[in-house]
């Protein structure tokens, strides 16, 4: 087990700073599928091409890039944060031998949703709110202030919550990986991560897919609301089926595109026979 | 209406690519948006002006009575638009705004869509460790759906509303529902996705806690995750007890965790 990293070697000056303002384009290929995955896996490319320079890197180099397309969405201005930990976290899987990467994208699946939550009351809820009200007061008389201010009162809080994240959250998950790992104790933290991991997507899975149906049937004078009845059945019972059935059809290896395809073959029909 | 086309295509790739290239500064908010429709216009002081009761209107602080735009920065734009190229009034202009922000909406779904569709050619890239190539895609959708709203952009002042509207019917509402369908569909594979990658035996119960509390319980997702870091701490500690309980067993594993028996994991957990 070694785990004796010095930081500022990877996650130099240059790569922090590229990693900052490549946060800025995180949701440029945002989809419903992997949310800014590409986005995520974009910002940390120069730290896993620092990480991993030489060409007999190739197959750590691509399970790096491969973990970093995975599902993630998140307040834009507190994406940096989970993203410094999962920099660190890459650089401790490179470094220490028995390290869990499934780890990763646990750590990574838990923090989106509260930082979610909150990052939207923040940024959407109060400081947009603050800044919109300044802006507007202004702006009624017409002047051009109002809109500048409004931009401005905005953004600074929000390149201050990306650099500081970037820098907090990689100096965080470097020193607690290392500090867990010294005591042994990175098993236990690694299946902690997995387990409340699970319990955000399961909250996930609840709150992405939305689907519903609309079936209502006639039976001589009663009248059937599927969805009514399913929701008696088990609140959210299509969003968890037709989750769980992707999993299984991904774990028997079917590949993203025909899941794709059958999803828009369904998405169609059903909604053009009225029961989605 | 040649040049303000021009101007209104540029201001909807501008306020487009704020979103998707910028990660959303406020720039495709109305108070940004209408001042640059008035600048460009050559009213700049209408612009502002409208820009602070559009935002009022988004903002949902006062309503306008009448049809409202389905999406705000395309309504605002053309709102603006339509109010100083035909002074007409903020509900009139506004309302003429309404299906042009329809086909923005519909056409924002198809950009959302195809972005879905090159993730395997992502992931294609990934595994043949082409992190250049993942990069130039990355840029091109940054670029594609800016285009497409400028092209809307372009075509609502040139063609004008009407022919917008006309435009708009023909789309079949078979196609406009099945596309949001399968926008609430789509998430499953995601989710399913990164299920697969954090997936452990015996963990699949732990999902369905997470889905009760958000379903049933109908708990916020804060509240969520704090339930659930409290279960993970717990199992942890039960798991660290075993684990020095093991240790004690075994006096070699003790030696080498000697040093580190009075540091608790709470206390590490919280000193960090």
């Not at chain 1, 190739?58 to 940096?80: D, E, H, Q, W």
């Not at chain 2, 909406?105 to 190539?133: H, M, P, W």
Request: with cysteine.
């Amino acid at each position: 087990m070694t785990n004796k990293t010095t930081k500022t070697e990877i996650m130099d000056k240059t790569t922090f700073r590229k990693i900052f303002w490549r946060s800025f384009l995180l949701q440029g290929t945002w989809n419903y599928i992997n949310g800014a995955g590409v986005g995520a896996l974009y910002m940390i490319l120069p730290f896993i091409r620092k990480l991993y320079p030489k060409p007999e890197d190739k197959s750590a180099r691509v399970s790096a890039l491969k973990r970093g397309l995975a599902y993630f969405n998140i307040t834009p201005a507190l994406a940096p944060f989970p993203m410094g930990i999962a920099s660190s976290m890459e650089e401790q899987n490179k470094n220490i031998v028995d390290f869990d990467p499934s780890s990763i994208n646990a750590v990574k699946a838990s923090l989106m949703g509260p930082l979610s939550g909150i990052g939207d009351s923040l940024f959407w809820g109060t400081i947009r709110v603050i800044a919109a009200g300044i802006g507007i007061s202004l702006a009624k008389a017409g002047n051009i202030l109002g809109p500048i201010l409004f931009l401005v009162i905005y953004n600074i809080p929000n390149f201050i919550a990306r650099y500081y994240g970037l820098k907090y959250g990689y100096e965080l998950g470097g020193d607690f990986i290392q500090k867990a790992y010294k005591n042994g104790y990175m098993k236990i933290i690694t299946k902690a991560a997995g387990i409340l991991g699970m319990i955000m997507v399961g909250a996930m899975t609840f709150s992405t897919v939305t689907l519903k149906t609309i079936l209502k049937f006639k039976m001589g004078s009663m009248s059937f609301d599927l969805q009514k009845i399913l929701d008696q059945i088990m609140l959210g019972i299509i969003p968890l089926t037709v989750t769980l059935i992707t999993f299984w059809l991904i774990r028997k290896k079917v590949s993203a595109n025909k899941i794709i395809v059958l999803m828009v073959i369904l998405s169609f029909a059903l909604s053009a026979l009225k029961i989605l | 209406m040649l040049v303000p086309a021009l101007w209104v295509a540029l201001i909807m790739f501008v306020g487009n690519f704020s979103d998707c290239g910028m990660s959303d500064p406020m720039i495709r908010r109305p108070l940004v948006m209408s001042m640059l429709v008035g600048l460009a216009l050559g009213d700049l002081k209408t612009g502002i002006i409208m820009g602070a009761s559009l935002e009022v209107i988004f903002l949902g602080i006062s309503g306008i009575g009448g049809a409202m735009p389905s999406d705000s920065m395309t309504g605002s734009i053309f709102g603006t638009a339509f109010a100083i190229l035909n002074h007409q009034g903020v509900a009139v202009a506004l309302s003429l705004a309404v299906p042009i922000s329809l086909l923005a909406v519909f056409v924002n779904q198809l950009v959302i869509f195809i972005r879905g569709l090159l993730l395997s050619t992502f992931e294609k890239y990934a595994e043949e460790d082409k992190s250049k190539s993942i990069e130039r895609l990355h840029y091109l959708s940054i670029f594609g759906g800016p285009l497409v709203y400028a092209l809307i952009g372009f075509l609502g002042i040139y063609l004008g509303s009407g022919s917008i509207s006309a435009l708009v019917k023909a789309i079949p509402p078979v196609v406009m529902n099945g596309l949001t369908v399968l926008g609430q569909m789509l998430p499953a594979l995601g989710i399913a996705l990164l299920l697969n990658m954090i997936y452990e035996k015996g963990n699949m119960l732990y999902l369905l806690l997470g889905f009760v509390l958000s379903s049933y319980l109908k708990l916020p997702i804060i509240a969520v995750a704090l339930i659930g870091i409290i279960l993970a701490f717990i199992l942890a500690s039960i798991d660290k007890n075993i684990l020095e309980v093991k240790n004690m067993k075994t006096p070699k594993a003790k030696a080498v965790s000697e040093d580190n028996t009075n540091n608790s994991l709470e206390e590490d957990f919280f000193n960090d």
